[in-house]
């Protein structure tokens, strides 16, 4: 096994190189030309899993929906499950696309030039660190991620799930995507539960309109997938939620990190995240999005991917 320090070997600071240094400047690019492209990582085993994580909760619809909710006699019931769930689906599949589709906070490829580190106007002895990697200039508490092949602001991990890192400008949507699949997770069991005891109490030809034996293995399944993610996005949900209270990204608790940066207190932390006072925007994937920004984008320069 290897030890912590290989580990992270790869998002340790290293002093900026000598002048006489040379590498490839021409993949630099500015902040505002970041700005203007659609964020997507090009990795094989995140484009899986985010296919697969859609994949799970269009089966979980189907099944809540066609198999439980609309053979159900109690007309009410059908339809306040059925539109609280597929809010639920929707906004937590929102949630999970604009956590893979927001720049996370990449710092420009290879802006450790001459002329970027003058406009810094640093302080005579002041130090300033480079990542050998990806020849940018780290700022603090940036790591560099070895899949996206950037240095991220605040990385806290990467997560295949949503095919991206989780740093500072995506986290709150990546804490929005864990906390609606947690509830839709816990809104099938609930509705599986209640379908089983159904069921036994009558005739299982009609409590639905698929066979019994299908349509137990349909909600077997379910039932196990949803206590998986339920488990799985209760305990993120948790640790993004504390590390937001601490100020403490996942990478600086795992290589204990002493704290260089003024912590933000526990509330100051989470409005950071989420976006000035507490509303109803901090629950909503949509806020803050643009759909003819979006078009601007893509006829100015097209989709941004990792090299």
């Not at 950037?150 to 986290?171: A, F, L, Y």
């Not at 601490?246 to 290589?255: C, G, H, M, S, V």
């Amino acid at each position: 096994m290897q030890s912590s320090g290989h580990r992270f070997r790869d998002v340790e600071h290293h002093p900026l190189l000598a002048d006489n240094d040379s590498y490839d400047s021409s993949s630099s690019s500015s902040e505002a030309d970041m700005a203007e492209r659609v964020w997507f990582i090009r990795d094989g085993c995140g484009m899986v899993c985010a296919i697969m994580t859609w994949l799970l909760v269009v089966y979980a619809d189907f099944v809540v929906t066609f198999v439980m909710l609309l053979p159900s006699k109690d007309f009410w019931y059908s339809v306040i499950n059925g539109v609280l769930f597929n809010c639920l689906a929707v906004l937590a599949l929102s949630s999970h696309l604009r956590t893979m589709l927001t720049d996370p906070g990449a710092v420009p490829k290879g802006n450790a030039t001459k002329e970027y580190m003058d406009n810094l106007q640093l302080k005579p002895g002041e130090v300033i660190y480079k990542c050998p990697k990806c020849c940018s200039i780290k700022p603090e508490r940036a790591h560099h991620c070895s899949i996206c092949k950037r240095c991220i602001r605040k990385m806290d991990h990467h997560c295949p799930w949503v095919n991206n890192c989780v740093g500072e400008k995506n986290q709150r949507f990546f804490v929005l995507f864990t906390m609606y699949i947690a509830l839709i997770s816990a809104h099938a069991l609930v509705l599986c539960g209640f379908q089983f005891f159904s069921c036994v109490r009558g005739q299982w030809t009609e409590c639905s309109d698929f066979s019994p034996p299908v349509t137990v293995i349909l909600m077997i399944f379910l039932c196990l997938e949803g206590f998986l993610f339920l488990t799985f996005t209760a305990v993120m949900f948790g640790t993004q939620i504390h590390s937001i209270c601490n100020d403490e990204t996942e990478i600086e608790r795992l290589k204990s990190e002493k704290p260089t940066w003024e912590r933000r207190l526990r509330w100051e932390g989470m409005k950071s995240v989420f976006g000035g006072q507490p509303s109803l925007l901090w629950i909503n994937p949509f806020a803050g999005f643009r759909i003819r920004r979006l078009l601007l984008r893509g006829k100015k320069g097209g989709p941004e991917f990792s090299v």
